[in-house]
Nanobody, 121 residues
Framework: VQLQASGGGLVQAGGSLRLSCAAS????????LGWFRQTPGKEREFVAA????????YYEDSVRGRFTISKDSAANTVYLQMSSLKPDDAAVYYC???????????????WGQGTLVTVSS
């Protein structure tokens, strides 16, 4: 499966942005779709995830209440709606798909190419 992430860009602090990640094939109900982010010199960190079948969502503490992960099963697409953006949210955001939920990158088998989010203060 291939994942295609899009939607990154430049936004002012306090603004909003929506990321999309489209899969090249149907996502099975057992799948988990996640978003991670990475800045230079740092490890890739978990942001949010959603169980494809049940829709159960998970968030990293610093984004809970500001970010919303959602899915469109018919379009095999996962979204990350980001609001109240802060300069600390600036990073390359990656979508990923795995068979099990996890907050570490090694829990996911397939990765998108990344989309850059820049937040100006």
């Amino acid at each position: 499966v291939q994942l295609q992430a899009s939607g990154g860009g430049l936004v002012q602090a306090g603004g909003s942005l929506r990321l999309s990640c489209a899969a090249s094939r149907r996502i099975y109900s057992s799948g988990v779709l996640g978003w991670f982010r990475q800045t230079p010199g740092k490890e890739r960190e978990f942001v949010a995830a959603i169980r494809w079948g049940s829709g159960i969502r998970y968030y990293e503490d610093s984004v809970r209440g500001r970010f919303t992960i959602s899915k469109d099963s018919a379009a095999n697409t996962v979204y990350l709606q980001m609001s109240s953006l802060k300069p600390d949210d600036a990073a390359v955001y990656y979508c990923a798909m795995g068979s099990h939920y996890g907050t570490t990158p090694n829990a996911y088998d397939h990765w998108g190419q990344g989309t850059l989010v820049t937040v100006s203060s």
